[in-house]
């Protein structure tokens, strides 16, 4: 260059990359991917047989990070490997078979290699024009995933970030459904205050939704449960009519397949029939237990959600997926495009209304879809029924080795969770869980049923084995009464 500068351009049959640390050779990319993938590997294993719980000293941790201050390149070899040893001791392990944890269960194989691939191509699935495949196969897998639940043949949807953009999405329906003018004036357009309806035992994340929806925190009426968990159709059908006396304007009943606390199944046949009576959009939240389509033994226990308008099922919890990747559908495919619309000259098309930047909330999109199109590609149904079967399986078999020994088993979930309440004469459940945490044994959490704290247990690794329910047997058992780590 002129000025001095130096330019470096690829040359014919050079080998790609430009040798930057951002953009490294090929021959540097496949000895760190070959690297990683070991490390990887060995980190799993290292995981297996240790604490579910972390063990990072924190402050040491956050002395570490401050050193990291870009001014500089970083080692490769030094980077890859110092990230690596902080995650496997500094979060709690999804990824081990003794965590009976939240619904974040560890990811199937063919869903960590899709992450993989969909990072490469990096394809763009706001329109169909950028990403025709990419966009095809999101629809087969939406399509295929409908058939299976039984929901109607023009049931429409797509992929979400997981299960509250698949519920906000629902509400966004709902609204748009309720009244021609909601779209351009909002909640203006109602005679009253807007009211959704949830069982009380229902994932709360509700409130943030009717926030962000512009109706409040207010239009989300918590339904009282019938003492096992779920909503009480009479208490439903009651709050409606109390509700429109008041001046409120119902909108959509919510119920929910699998509830966080005790994987209870609401009466969905029965909130199915509410919501036809009061003319109101019935949307189901199965982001846990949609799972249980995948087989023929329990898909039954989800009748009544064929009749939805719209259903949530979160590809990320039974089906396995890496974080995060939910699902959305409808029967009105025309409500997308009525929600989510827009006109921009600088996108490349719009193809009639169903390019997914008009059809849902997202615009960047990545291409989420393929970890669970690789998934039931690679296992197909069956293979899913048989992870399902297990999950459910083990619960049972963790049920009966407590109630033995004498703890009960106050829920009775057919989602593969349980409460747990400890046996006349032990501490409570707080304490219980705090004891088993702290021993790094295994993860289980404190829940509310009904009012009462209990301990929750649900199996989400496909290779939780009855030795591990074992193990977390004899951690409650020890934990009933032994005293903290470090009490004096």
């Known amino acids: 260059m002129a000025d001095g500068g130096q330019m470096t351009l690829q040359r014919a049959g050079a080998e790609p990359g430009s040798g930057s640390p951002l953009f490294p050779a090929r021959s540097e990319r496949e000895h760190w991917d070959d690297r990683l993938t070991r490390d990887l590997l060995a980190a799993d294993s290292r995981v297996r047989e240790g604490a579910v719980t972390p063990t990072l000293d924190l402050a040491a941790f956050r002395r570490e990070l401050a050193e990291f201050d870009f001014a500089a390149e970083y080692p490769a070899e030094a980077l890859f490997s110092w990230v690596v040893a902080q995650l496997e001791r500094g979060v709690v392990h999804v ?42 196969i999101e629809t087969h897998t939406i399509a295929a995933v409908a058939r299976r639940a039984g929901l109607a043949p023009e049931t429409a949807g797509h992929f979400t970030t997981g299960g509250a953009e698949a519920n906000y999405t629902a509400l966004i329906c709902a609204l748009t459904q309720a009244h021609a003018d909601f779209a ?101 939240d199965a982001a846990w237990g949609g799972g249980l389509i995948a087989s023929d033994r329990t898909r039954g226990v989800l009748a009544g959600i064929e009749e939805a308008d719209s259903v949530t099922i979160d590809a990320h919890k039974w089906f396995a997926a890496t974080m995060g990747c939910g699902m959305f559908f409808t029967r009105y495919r025309n409500i997308l495009g009525a929600a989510f619309r827009v006109s921009t000259g600088y996108m490349p098309s719009n193809l009639g209304g169903i390019d997914p930047y008009v059809t849902s909330l997202q615009w960047s999109r990545r291409f989420l879809g393929l970890r669970l199109f690789m998934s039931l590609a ?86 939780t084995a009855p030795d591990d329910a074992m193990a977390l047997v004899e951690a409650l058992e020890s934990a009933r009464h032994a005293p903290l780590a470090g009490a004096g």
């Open 95 to 136: 990824t081990h078979p003794r965590y009976f944890g939240l619904f974040n269960p560890a990811p199937t194989f063919p869903a960590q290699c899709a992450d993989r691939i969909a990072a490469a191509f990096n394809p763009q699935l706001a329109t169909s024009t950028t990403s025709p495949v990419a966009v095809e």
């Open 378 to 463: 690679a296992a197909g149904w069956s293979g899913y029924a048989r992870h399902i079967e297990h999950a459910v399986e083990l619960t049972a078999f963790l049920a009966r080795a407590l109630t033995a020994r004498g703890w009960s088993i106050a829920n009775r979930s057919p989602a593969a969770v349980l409460c747990i309440e400890p046996p006349p004469g032990s501490d409570d459940a707080r304490a219980i869980v705090a004891r088993v945490l702290a021993s790094g044994r295994a993860w289980i959490s404190v829940a509310d049923f009904e009012g009462r704290p209990v301990i929750r247990a649900c199996v989400t690794h496909g290779d």
């Open 184 to 284: 351009a004036v909002g909640a203006r357009a109602f005679a009253g205050p807007p009211a959704l309806y949830v069982s009380r035992e229902s994932h709360l994340a509700w409130f943030k939704i009717a926030h962000q929806a512009g109706i409040g925190r207010d239009a989300v009426r918590l339904v009282a449960t019938d003492g096992s968990g779920r909503l009480d159709p009479d208490a439903l059908a009651a709050a409606i009519r109390a509700d429109r006396t008041d001046g409120r304007v119902p909108v959509m009943i919510a119920a929910t397949a699998g509830t966080t606390n005790a994987g209870m199944i609401d009466p969905l046949p029965a909130c199915a029939a509410i919501a036809r009576g009061e003319g109101l959009w019935y949307h189901v």
